[in-house]
């Protein structure tokens, strides 16, 4: 096989010095495994479709790749590029699952996969009014405070309240009515900790523990400490599992420690930064990944 032609894809509003790091991770791997890997970014492609045909334009198109390693969240693109019959990893379905944290759950309910109770709040449109008070008996009929709130959408744990009493869910519910949210039991077993684990193909590559006395999210942006975490084979399992079962080709699993230190999932991570993890175990994941990539594009 003639020498690879990859994209990486990332988002043109985010050009911050930590995404940046990640890409110059992947394409200095990349130099060493013979592959050739462009940064491409979103807001530098115009994506449509004419005489029933999608395509895709831009400066910076001479010939379109071989496959694209997709770093965003812009899954209208990778949906594009699949139907130009180019390979995505991870693919439009993978990351329209891991993006959405309500979908999350559902795909993976009935699978045998240990998760946290979860109440996906109903759509309301913008603008119009729902009756709070009731929703809200139902949501404590389910759940006892304190009650977790996670919007669908969001990373770094920035978005994930945790709220204590019905004053303080009704004032939280009125702020997110019109934005996706799902309510999840409080796992006080594993406040201020959690693990991520990365998982490539069907191997978890790398694991870290992370841990904070300040705050009961323990992500190292929030100010939570990172440790080398060697994962015991049921943390292994689930995140194996979920991988399977959602389908991705790589994801950061991040797991919480449930009552009796059994695994439950928190959430799943498609793009999963991988600079922290890589200074926490000296474990390059971008390696492993495209090794995984070389692989199916071989088969």
């Not at 395509?55 to 010939?63: E, L, S, T, V, Y």
């Not at 009935?110 to 009014?129: C, D, R, Y």
């Not at 404590?140 to 405070?145: A, G, K, R």
């Amino acid at each position: 096989m003639d020498k690879l032609r990859g994209w990486i894809v990332s988002n043109g509003y985010l050009k911050t010095s930590k995404f940046m790091e990640i890409i110059d991770l992947y394409k200095a791997c990349a130099l060493t495994l013979g592959m050739s890997l462009e940064l491409v970014l979103n807001n530098e492609l115009l994506m449509g479709i004419e005489r029933s045909t999608c395509f895709i334009h831009g400066k910076k198109i001479m010939q379109l790749p071989d496959f694209v390693l997709y770093l965003d969240k812009d899954i209208r693109l990778a949906y594009q590029l699949e139907q130009m019959g180019i390979r995505v990893f991870n693919s439009s379905r993978v990351i329209g699952i891991c993006d959405d944290k309500s979908q999350t759950f559902q795909v993976l309910a009935s699978q045998g996969i240990n998760m946290p109770k979860t109440i996906i709040a109903p759509l309301v449109f913008k603008g119009f009014e729902e009756d709070s008070e009731h929703y809200i008996d139902a949501v404590e009929n389910e759940l006892t405070y304190p009650i977790v709130i996670k919007e669908s959408y969001g990373s770094f744990g920035e978005q994930v309240y945790l709220v204590q009493n019905r004053e303080e869910l009704i004032m939280k519910r009125r702020q997110l009515i019109s934005i996706p949210h799902i309510y999840q039991e409080f796992v006080s077993s594993s406040k201020g900790r959690d693990v991520r684990l990365n998982v490539v193909g069907s191997r978890v590559v790398a694991g870290m523990l992370r841990t904070s006395d300040i705050d009961f999210r323990a992500n190292v942006t929030n100010g939570g400490q990172m440790q080398n975490y060697n994962p015991p084979k049921a943390f292994e399992a689930l995140a194996r599992s979920v991988c399977k079962i959602i389908g991705a080709d790589f994801a950061g699993v991040d797991l919480l420690f449930g009552k009796d230190d059994e695994p439950l999932l928190c959430e799943v991570n498609s793009n999963a930064h991988i600079k922290n993890i890589q200074i926490c175990t000296g474990i390059n994941v971008a390696e492993y990944i495209l090794r995984h990539i070389l692989k199916e594009m071989r088969q």
